[in-house]
């Protein structure tokens, strides 16, 4: 049984949105922090954003503040990552994460977190 499943990945033009949602199940998932991660092609998985069990603290990569938006709605169990103004250099796999909330910083380290999704394919192009 998959945990966390990504949905909403796609090709779209440089300049465009996506909207990308992660439904969690099985898990108490508002205990969770949660996290988006993304992967290119001979590049290290790195992290994109990241939120807080209750939504209160978020933290964003340098490379997609002001363009990206991560958010919750715990009664639904999924959280989202609106992704405005992309360009080519966001194409990757974008992958879904969470970890047993400790009320702290939220980690941008992927062994910190040790639920994964499958992740989708975004593609960015010129």
């Known amino acids: 049984q998959r945990l966390l499943v990504e949905s909403g990945g796609g090709l779209v033009q440089a300049g465009g949105s996506l909207t990308l949602s992660c439904a969690a199940s099985?898990?108490?998932?508002?205990?969770?922090?949660m996290a988006w991660f993304r992967q290119a092609p001979g590049k290290e998985r790195e992290s994109v954003a990241a939120?807080?069990?209750?939504?209160?603290?978020?933290d964003y990569a340098d490379s997609v503040k002001g363009r990206f938006a991560i958010s919750r709605e715990n009664a639904k169990n999924t959280v989202y990552l609106q992704m405005n103004s992309l360009k080519p250099e966001d194409t990757a796999v974008y992958y879904c994460?969470?970890?047993?909330?400790?009320?702290?910083?939220?980690?941008?380290?992927?062994?910190?977190?040790?639920?994964w999704g499958l992740g989708t394919q975004v593609t960015v192009s010129s």
């Open positions: 099985a898990v108490a998932f508002s205990y969770y922090d």
């Open positions: 939120i807080s069990q209750s939504g209160g603290s978020k």
């Open positions: 994460a969470a970890r047993p909330g400790s009320g702290g910083s939220l980690p941008r380290q992927p062994y910190m977190y040790n639920l």
